[in-house]
């Protein structure tokens, strides 16, 4: 098609404008040149729902707001400091996949399902680093990323005809996206509860990175306000991501 159109084609995906660029020049020009014009990610009708209409760092759109919550991740969250502290987590998880291999070998089980061990080591270091501990409802938690990643990644018409109702209605990827949204808040906001009673009675210490978002929006100074909808949308976010990955 590039042969035929050109380096720089432009394609409607449904209702959705697509720039398809093929040459070395054109990606200069837009990931360098005007990468700015190009920083913002597009949500889809799915996504949208899911980030809470782009709360988070990452599908936040490019501008101020974007930029606060990147100061706030590089100089609070993801500091070399902080993250060398997270060593324990990993350490302590590592050693409780080990003894759990070591207790299926002991017990002469033919197989050991590793992807399921593994998949559980990296959810709970990464929960234990964001949220300070296993979650309770760790089951239900990782089902709900799970069907938000899938619903993400998959094929939904409302997000080739976003206006298009009648499309909205009959995928139903919207509708399950927040329900899963739903359910995950519904469990963030327990976790919330308890980080904010814990800091209420001075026994929180700013260990993991909850403590630091709630630190931060009750010290505010900000230039826009870190509510509990955007608290709640960085760490679903940085929990999906982390799957994703």
């Known amino acids: 098609m590039a042969r035929r159109h050109g380096p720089a084609m432009l394609l409607r995906l449904g209702e959705v404008p697509t720039l398809v660029v093929t040459s070395r020049e054109g990606a200069r020009e837009v990931m360098k040149t005007h990468d700015t014009t190009f920083a913002t990610r597009p949500l889809s009708s ?4 899911i980030t809470n209409g782009g709360r988070d760092i990452v599908f936040a759109p490019y501008g101020d707001y974007w930029r606060q919550l990147r100061k706030i991740a590089v100089t609070e969250l993801f500091t070399a400091r902080r993250v060398l502290s997270f060593r324990a987590i ?4 590592v050693a409780a996949l080990l003894r759990e291999v070591g207790e299926a ?3 002469e089980r033919p197989v050991v399902e590793m992807h399921a061990l593994l998949s559980a080591l990296v959810a709970d270091s990464t ?8 979650c309770k409802e760790r089951d239900a938690f990782l089902r709900e990323l799970d069907r938000s990643m899938n619903l ?17 209605r009959l995928s139903g990827a919207v509708r399950r996206a927040k329900e899963c949204r739903d359910a995950i808040y519904g469990i963030l ?5 308890e980080h904010l009673k814990r800091m209420d009675s001075g026994t929180d210490q700013d260990d993991d990175l909850l403590d630091v978002l709630l630190r931060i929006q009750k010290e505010g ?5 870190l509510d509990m909808d955007a608290i709640k949308s960085v760490i679903f976010v940085s929990l999906l991501a982390n799957r994703l990955f």
Do not use: C, K
């Not at 993400?152 to 909205?168: H, I, K, Q, T, Y």
């Open 189 to 193: 906001d327990g976790i919330i509860q």
């Open 221 to 225: 100074g900000l230039q826009f306000p």
């Open 105 to 107: 070998a002991a017990a």
């Open 127 to 134: 929960v234990r680093a964001v949220m300070g501990d296993r």
């Open 90 to 93: 990993r350490e302590e998880e």
């Open 46 to 49: 799915t996504m949208r729902v």
């Open 152 to 168: 993400a990644a998959g094929f939904n018409p409302a997000d080739l005809w976003p206006s298009s109702r009648l499309a909205v």
